[in-house]
């Protein structure tokens, strides 16, 4: 099993780009998938994006399509969620997780990081 630390957060502008990152320890980082989660306060934890273990296929949800990028570097063990023209509504929690299966349900992820905190203002 990994252990996963995201770093990054911050408080930023609207329209204001970050990067996230999620360090990841254990041998076997490059084979398993990892996603990046979000949970705004009184909302329930939903999907951002996702990327398989090789990097050559990447997943988003329909409402960061276009203006996040997420990317890995297994010599690094590092997975990155670029984050472009962020809004007021992106504002919330970060989590990065992995999962062995090709799934976008939190339920199904095994590891889970402590989370990072976005917050952009109007």
């Known amino acids: 099993q990994v252990q996963l630390v995201e770093s990054g957060g911050g408080l930023v502008q609207a329209g204001d780009s970050l990067r996230l990152s999620c360090a990841a320890s254990?041998?076997?980082?490059?084979?398993?998938?990892v996603a990046w989660f979000r949970q705004a306060p009184g909302k329930e934890r939903e999907f951002v994006a996702r990327?398989?273990?090789?990097?050559?296929?990447?997943y988003y949800a329909d409402s960061v399509k276009g203006r996040f990028t997420i990317s890995r570097e297994n010599a690094r063990n590092t997975v990155y969620l670029q984050m472009s023209s962020l809004k007021v509504e992106d504002t919330a929690v970060y989590y990065c997780?992995?999962?062995?299966?090709?799934?976008?349900?939190?339920?199904?992820?095994?590891?889970w990081g402590q989370g990072t905190q976005v917050a952009v203002s109007s």
């Open positions: 990327i398989t273990w090789n990097g050559k296929n990447t």
């Open positions: 997780a992995a999962s062995r299966g090709d799934t976008t349900t939190p339920g199904d992820f095994s590891s």
């Open positions: 254990g041998r076997t980082f490059s084979t398993v998938n």
